[in-house]
């Protein structure tokens, strides 16, 4: 190819698309199609696991069969993604005589079109085209993202948003002044376990309010600029405290700034992030909520125990142990758990350990069932104890172990055993 490539964005909103082909390529290039909002038919005798997946949750049409010229009747694109050299120039042929971009894995120079190297930041999509060789665009896109996530990304403001919009996942202005909040969670401890979404957030924050069980390295590698609010230090009483968290959000929310409000495990897993949330919308801020990798699977799976095994359980329940199981202000029923055979997850269950266990055996969980305690999990100071139902309490005591620490209770403690 002599001329060089005119760049070019497609708006492919609702327009038709072809891929034919069911492999490995079509399974890279849909889901970037379906992101576009394509209406995309796929014409290929046989699929691939993840393609049959999105036909069978409607997400695109699927003719089973070999392509037809008949197959381009409206389409903008087309996409070949099959190694048969022949099939594949009859398809771009059709494409050609219709004037339809194709772009041709198994050929480049005799495409119309080339996909480029992509990197996706919030807003930003940055593509790169190597020359037609796609291991120098991606060696290029690779350092951009690099360059992309050490640098905070541009975000234009938005209209004003009513309070329903604000309570999902926006990333708008508050009112006009540009001031948003983003509940992110970091994840069980280590900081790599942190989602790419909430580390880009980092990136952006002008202030973060910080829980207690943060990894600490994210907090390192913050702006200087950045004003760092350290919750645990805030005073009064947990539900006072909790106030003056959410009136922090709001405030610097509404003078402007990007606030992330960054919590341990995932926001939503006895993180109290609803009340936040709902603060902010009664505010009209808008709220943007990213899952994080919670401590209740972490850690069990940072000591070799799955929360479910095949042969062993078909269940997990996770509860909160912050409450000792016959206080008037507990909402776990205990004896109902203890009726249950599959697993027991624990959360701030430690102090309330030994009233925790006597109340399931009592209510009729084997005292021999196994159990472990896993301190800081995904940490360097990790420590897992291993012991049984019976036990579990004077054992962790003995061992010194602290919060935080997850309980688990169930078969699969052992289920991994070598």
């Known amino acids: 190819m002599s001329a060089n490539p005119y760049p070019l964005g497609l708006l492919l909103d609702g327009r038709r698309v072809v891929v034919v082909g069911g492999g490995a390529v079509a ?20 699929l691939t696991p993840a393609l049959q997946a999105r036909v069978d949750a409607g997400r695109l049409r699927w003719a089973p069969r070999r392509f037809v010229p008949e197959d381009l009747d ?58 037609g060789d796609p ?12 360059l992309l996530a050490a640098r905070p990304a541009f975000d234009e403001s938005a209209p004003p948003r009513s309070r329903a919009d604000a309570a999902t996942d926006t990333t708008g202005a508050a009112g006009t002044t540009g001031g948003r909040v983003a509940l992110v969670g970091s994840g069980p401890g280590d900081p790599e376990l942190i989602t790419v979404k909430g580390w880009r957030l980092l ?30 230090k805030i005073p009064y009483g947990p539900s006072r405290a909790q106030e003056e968290i959410n009136q922090i959000l709001v405030d610097r929310a509404l003078a ?11 926001p939503y897993v006895f993180g ?17 909520v990213v899952p994080g990798v919670t401590s209740s699977i972490a850690a069990p799976a940072a000591a070799g125990i799955p929360v479910t095994h095949r042969g062993v359980a078909h269940e ?22 203890a009726g249950l055979r599959g697993t027991l997850v624990i959360l701030m269950g430690l102090k309330n350990l030994a ?64």
């Open 27 to 46: 399974t890279r290039r849909v889901p970037a199609l379906l992101d576009a909002g394509a209406d995309v038919l796929l014409v290929a005798p046989e």
């Open 74 to 131: 409206g389409a903008w694109l087309v996409q070949v993604a099959i190694d048969d050299p022949i099939a594949a120039a009859a398809v771009s042929a059709v494409a050609d005589e219709r004037r339809i971009f194709c772009v041709r894995a198994d050929d480049r120079a005799a495409a119309t079109a080339w996909t480029p190297a992509v990197t996706r930041q919030g807003p930003v999509t940055v593509a790169v085209l190597g020359g």
């Open 135 to 146: 291991r120098r665009a991606m060696s290029v896109r690779d350092a951009i993202r690099d």
């Open 203 to 232: 990136t952006e924050a002008d202030v973060v309010v910080a829980d207690r069980l943060v990894p600490g390295l994210l907090l390192d590698e913050l702006r200087p600029d950045v004003e760092l609010v350290d919750a645990s």
């Open 256 to 266: 402007g700034k990007v606030v992330v409000r960054l919590k341990g495990g995932d």
């Open 272 to 288: 109290r992030g609803g009340e936040e949330l709902l603060a902010c919308a009664e505010a009209g801020v808008p709220v943007t």
């Open 316 to 337: 997990f329940t996770v509860v909160s142990g912050h409450v000792a199981p016959d206080s008037p202000a507990s909402l776990v029923r205990w004896d109902a758990l």
């Open 355 to 418: 009233a925790i266990t006597e109340t399931l055996i009592a209510h009729g969980r084997p005292p021999g069932t196994p159990a472990a305690v896993v301190q800081e999990a995904t940490t360097g100071a990790q420590r897992v104890l291993r012991s049984t139902l019976d036990a579990v309490a004077a054992d962790a005591s003995a061992a010194d172990l602290r919060p935080p620490a997850v309980v688990v209770v169930g078969d699969v403690v052992g289920a991994l055993d070598v």
